[in-house]
T-cell receptor
């Protein structure tokens, strides 16, 4: 597996707005995952999208995958203050490498 | 969902002390456990991968004699930071995984060496 790189590095929005984060990677993948990390805590697995899938939903989360562009996006709709966290993407199951993440701040 | 327990959550100790961190998968058997280190506002850096009953595989630049990893069972892995010094202060996170499944992470250990 190889490193995913998230973009933007930081994002600040108002509660109720949508937040979009992007992830790019360099080689072919079987799957891509998004994780959330609250400050001072471990990572929580949010959603996995397989290489043969283009879009996946889970509650307020929507993930897209474009294997031709080697990129993925995570959309959080109707954001809440509790969504404030860092978000990381990673590929594969073992040997996951994380980028610097996107630090999302949702202001109440 | 799968639960990984990491203990202790915070350690403050004097320079030269050895510190042991435990990582337990509570409701599944983890064939592989991973140890990461994270500096403030930075990403997780993989330190080592351990498989039950075998020696850990360390990433380049990680001193295996400094960071001792034991994976004695399918539910327990330990990381011992030997003779810790202030530069070892960091946030250490473990995760547990099994074949074909996403990793599940512990809540991390904040290590502060005085």
């Amino acid at each position: 597996s190889q490193q995913g790189e998230e973009d933007p590095q930081a994002l600040s929005i108002q509660e109720g707005e949508n937040a979009t984060m992007n992830c790019s990677y360099k080689t072919s993948i079987n799957n891509l995952q998004w994780y959330r990390q609250n400050s001072g805590r471990g990572l929580v697995h949010l959603i996995l999208i397989r290489s043969n899938e283009r879009e996946k939903h889970s509650g307020r989360l929507r993930v897209t995958l474009d294997t031709s562009k080697k990129s993925s996006s995570l959309l959080i709709t109707a954001s809440r203050a509790a969504d404030t966290a860092s978000y990381f993407c990673a590929t594969g199951y073992n040997d996951m490498r994380f980028g610097a993440g996107t630090r999302l701040t949702v202001k109440p | 969902g799968a639960v990984v327990s990491q203990h202790p959550s915070r350690v403050i100790c004097k320079s030269g002390t050895s510190v042991k961190i435990e990582c337990r998968s509570l409701d599944f058997q983890a064939t592989t456990m991973f140890w990461y280190r994270q500096f403030p506002k930075q990403s997780l850096m993989l330190m080592a991968t351990s498989n039950e009953g075998s020696k850990a595989t360390y990433e380049q630049g990680v001193e295996k004699d400094k960071f001792l990893i034991n994976h004695a069972s399918l539910t327990l892995s330990t990381l011992t930071v030997t003779s810790a010094h202030p530069e070892d202060s960091s946030f250490y996170i473990c995760s547990a995984g099994r074949s074909g499944q996403p990793q599940h992470f512990g809540d991390g250990t904040r290590l502060s060496i005085l």
